[in-house]
């Protein structure tokens, strides 16, 4: 049997005309500079296969993933892509990269021991990418490092294919760490001066030129994510979803909605309970508690509908009391899209955008809109 979401209607759209958009607008942005676009994470939960296309079709070369399984898939999808793996090298599988053609970042000195004996003994210098820590104490070479990391390249004639460092709180962009960090990249890039260098993810090419050096790394912004804390957002929407509504209740004052009684109704009111739950990605931190604790919300017609009580594995039950016309089982709600955006679900969350994007593969049906002229998306 087919899918009961299929049946009922509603599902997750993405649009690639504004994708593409997205990824000009901050090509544009980023000047002389080269404009990679980040795809980890199934391109942040819009489908790997459809939006790297769009992107490499958008102009797009340079790509990032997180795994080397990603990259494998991207390779796949975009043959003719220079992929980075930003885990960096896993143990005994150097030839595993080359074969697929993927450039590994690489972040501690064991990793780049492996890749140079690696390239030393195929006698070729197969890229990769060095990733040093400034301050944010995750993956990457330490700076008390640097003078080994260029001992080592000296030894072999290796030469890396870039160097780049992430920045910890460049989403806001008056931190001191901000700072911080950049002033001890500068260091890093003194000790490899014709080396190619990237620091800015959306949030540091948005918000400063200083930061562009020769690639910059978008992820969010490409999908319509907001990348810098508070300001308006101006990328395009992508994705937008929509889910029927099962049934429209009654429910009396002083009744309560939901797991664990955590909503009692202030009035007599309307609900309408949505197919659409944690298993959906529809986060149970969007789940309300009456006036303590505001949720999640959904639009109809343009009217914001807020959700009632916990949400369930399957169900979320709304308020539609306020909605003006007649709302009724089998019509479709806007959970993400122009009204209620993957933004504003977040900062209900206590989340970001990310997290909402990026968990949206549950089991309703992903649509593409809007697919540029040339891109085949499978």
Not at 219 to 242: D, T
Request: aromatic share 6%.
């Amino acid at each position: 049997m087919a899918d009961t979401r299929t049946i009922l209607g509603g599902g997750i759209e993405i649009d690639l005309g504004a994708l593409t958009r997205n990824y000009q607008a901050l090509d544009r942005i980023s000047g002389q500079s080269l404009t990679a676009a980040v795809v980890k994470a199934d391109a942040y939960g819009t489908g790997l296969t459809a939006s790297a296309r769009t992107l490499y079709h958008a102009g797009a070369r340079f790509f990032f993933v997180a795994t080397p399984d990603e990259g494998v898939s991207l390779r796949r999808a975009v043959p003719d892509a220079h992929i980075f793996v930003l885990d960096g090298l896993l143990p005994r599988t150097a030839r595993d990269y080359a074969a697929h053609r993927l450039m590994p970042v690489l972040s501690s000195l064991a990793q780049l021991g492996e890749w140079l004996e690696f390239c030393l003994a195929q006698s070729q210098a197969h890229p990769a990418a060095l990733h040093f820590d400034t301050g944010m104490n995750r993956l990457g070479i330490r700076m008390q490092e640097v003078e080994a990391v260029r001992e080592m390249l000296d030894r072999s004639g290796f030469a890396p294919q870039m160097i780049m460092t992430h920045l910890a709180c460049a989403d806001t962009p008056r931190h001191e760490k901000n700072g911080m960090q950049v002033a001890f990249f500068q260091q890093i890039m003194r000790s490899f001066p014709d080396i190619p260098a990237s620091i800015a993810n959306s949030a540091g090419l948005m918000t400063s030129r200083e930061l562009h050096l020769q690639m910059v790394r978008p992820g969010i912004a490409l999908y319509g994510g907001r990348a810098v804390s508070g300001r308006p957002n101006p990328m395009a929407q992508v994705v937008s979803m929509q889910v029927p509504i099962l049934q429209v209740r009654s429910a009396r004052m002083d009744e309560t909605v939901g797991y664990g009684a955590t909503y009692t109704l202030g009035r007599d009111s309307r609900l309408a309970v949505l197919a659409l739950g944690y298993a959906d990605g529809f986060l149970r931190s969007l789940s309300s508690g009456g006036s303590q604790r505001r949720g999640g919300q959904v639009a109809i017609r343009g009217q914001i509908a807020p959700v009632l009580g916990r949400v369930s594995m399957d169900l979320v039950a709304v308020d539609v009391t306020d909605i003006d016309g007649r709302v009724e089982a089998g019509d479709l709600v806007e959970v993400l899209g122009q009204t209620v955006t993957a933004d504003d679900q977040a900062d209900a969350a206590g989340t970001i955008s990310y997290e909402i994007l990026t968990t949206l593969n549950g089991r309703f049906p992903r649509r593409y809109v809007n697919v540029p002229d040339g891109v085949e998306i499978d």
